[in-house]
């Protein structure tokens, strides 16, 4: 069973505000992502990090998302100014290795309600 | 790139009958390929993976194999359960710099009793 935490699980905000969620990685697993969920299930990928650096981001991460992996914290994601489409299951996964055909272990997510 | 195309839900069973979704992949890397479950209010987890063209992953009573020539990879049960309802993720990963696996969209299954 998955050992990934991320908090909080539920976060409502208002358009415009700052949205701030957390993740814990499994112990000894130095590569990080962030999907966004839609209510269809769909993934879409949003960052990766090995140890504290940037591996991979999309375009939309550049603008208002950004996220970090700090040595000895827990690594974040924050949308600077939410908007309605923004609403959707965050998901953080960890993996052992940098090679993307290792294992993810994903947490239990972080539901966000834009309204 | 890389594509996963998986069946679309919801498949909607009745216990005991069999299951079947199918995944289909495109890449032109050496590829990983993987099923992974959601439960409701869970996390994705990894159901099996296979790295090998031809080999068979297992778990649960689920079963898919690698069939590089086909280029699939389909899910399969023979009998399932009201506990089996879930969203069922097929995905690719690959060499060549790709750092992230792609995911298909998601089966949704649901089982009656």
């Known amino acids: 069973n998955s050992k990934v935490i991320q908090t909080p699980r539920y976060l409502v905000k208002g358009q415009g505000q700052k949205a701030k969620m957390r993740c814990i990685p499994e112990?000894?697993?130095?590569?990080v992502f962030w999907y966004q969920q839609n209510k269809n299930n769909e993934f879409k990928f949003l960052i990766n990090f090995q140890n504290q650096e940037v591996l991979q981001q999309i375009d939309m991460t550049e603008k208002r998302f950004s996220a970090e992996c700090p040595s000895n914290s827990p690594c974040s994601l924050e949308i600077q100014s939410s908007e309605a489409g923004d609403s959707a299951l965050y998901l953080c996964a960890s993996s052992l290795d940098w090679a993307y055909q290792d294992t993810q272990y994903f947490g239990p997510g972080t539901r966000l309600l834009v309204l | 790139g890389d594509s996963v195309t998986q069946t679309e839900g919801p498949v909607t069973l009745s216990e005991g009958t069999s299951l079947t979704v199918n995944c289909s992949y495109e890449t032109k890397q050496y590829p990983t390929l993987f099923w992974y479950v959601q439960y409701p209010g869970e996390g994705p987890q990894l159901l099996f993976k296979?790295?090998?063209?031809?080999e068979k992953g297992s778990n649960r009573g689920f079963e898919a194999t690698y069939n590089k020539e086909a280029t699939s990879f389909h899910l399969q049960k023979a009998s399932v359960q009201e506990s089996d309802s879930a969203v069922y993720y097929c995905?690719?990963?690959?060499?060549?710099?790709?750092?992230?696996?792609?995911f298909g969209k998601g089966t949704s299954l649901v089982v009656h009793p």
């Open positions: 296979v790295p090998k063209a031809n």
């Open positions: 112990k000894g697993h130095p590569v």
């Open positions: 995905a690719l990963g690959t060499s060549g710099g790709n750092y992230k696996p792609t």
